[in-house]
T-cell receptor, first 115, second 114 residues
Framework: NAGVTQTPKFQVLKTGQSMTLQCAQD?????MSWYRQDPGMGLRLIHY???????DQGEVPNGYNVSRSTTEDFPLRLLSAAPSQTSVYFC??????????????FGPGTRLTVT | AQTVTQSQPEMSVQEAETVTLSCTYD???????LFWYKQPPSRQMILVIR??????QNATENRFSVNFQKAAKSFSLKISDSQLGDTAMYFC???????????FGTGTSLTVIP
């Protein structure tokens, strides 16, 4: 299994440009999430999905869109990039295991710089 | 709302010594899960240890163990026999039983000194 993959690893955008961060998992996990990591702030949840066709907002959703047309893929779209979106973005997937336990599997991250 | 607090931004420990990282959380939930994740310079997030709130016994994984105090809402991580490879950022995380949202602390940067 490849686990959780993210592309690209690095990206530089100009203010106002749009782009899509790709995330895919091959573990058939129901749950997928997007986080952003900023210095001194830990990881903050942007959007999450509990299954194909179902998405919901997390703590910091503004400026981002997501969709979940398949179990495997969960792309994150920046509609009009702003310097405040400069961050490292992590995608994660998880499943409900025995006794309700969860474990999140993280992708390697995408470092995004908006100038 | 759930919050997770890590009050030690940076810590250091001598190789082979023991170090304890602190984490407190605030929740009104009765059932939940707690996690410690390690993030080395490679940036990859790695699960270190997990604790179910309904289990009174503290979780252990080799050199890593937790001190879970449910009434105090405290979840500290003890690393024994510290190794150079333990140098990393460590994040405490909380997940309520209902739903799949994780809440992370701001992290503790641990340096193991040779």
């Amino acid at each position: 299994n490849a686990g959780v993959t993210q592309t690209p690893k690095f990206q530089v955008l100009k203010t106002g440009q749009s782009m899509t961060l790709q995330c895919a998992q091959d573990m058939n996990h129901e749950y997928m999430s997007w986080y952003r990591q900023d210095p001194g702030m830990g990881l903050r949840l942007i959007h999450y999905s509990v299954g194909a066709g179902i998405t919901d907002q997390g703590e910091v959703p503004n400026g981002y869109n997501v969709s979940r047309s398949t179990t495997e893929d969960f792309p994150l779209r920046l509609l009009s990039a702003a310097p405040s979106q400069t961050s490292v973005y992590f995608c994660a997937s998880s499943y409900e295991g025995p006794q309700g336990s969860y474990e999140q599997y993280f992708g390697p991250g995408t470092r995004l710089t908006v100038t | 709302a759930q919050t997770v607090t890590q009050s030690q931004p940076e810590m250091s420990v001598q190789e082979a010594e023991t170090v304890t990282l602190s984490c407190t959380y605030d929740t009104s939930e009765n059932n939940y899960y707690l996690f410690w994740y390690k993030q080395p310079p490679s940036r990859q997030m790695i699960l270190v240890i997990r604790q179910e709130a309904y289990k009174q016994q503290n979780a252990t994984e080799n050199r890593f163990s937790v001190n879970f105090q449910k009434a105090a809402k405290s979840f500290s991580l003890k690393i024994s026999d510290s190794q150079l490879g333990d140098t990393a950022m460590y994040f405490c995380a909380f997940m309520p039983d209902e739903g799949n949202q994780f809440y992370f602390g701001t992290g503790t940067s641990l340096t193991v000194i040779p």
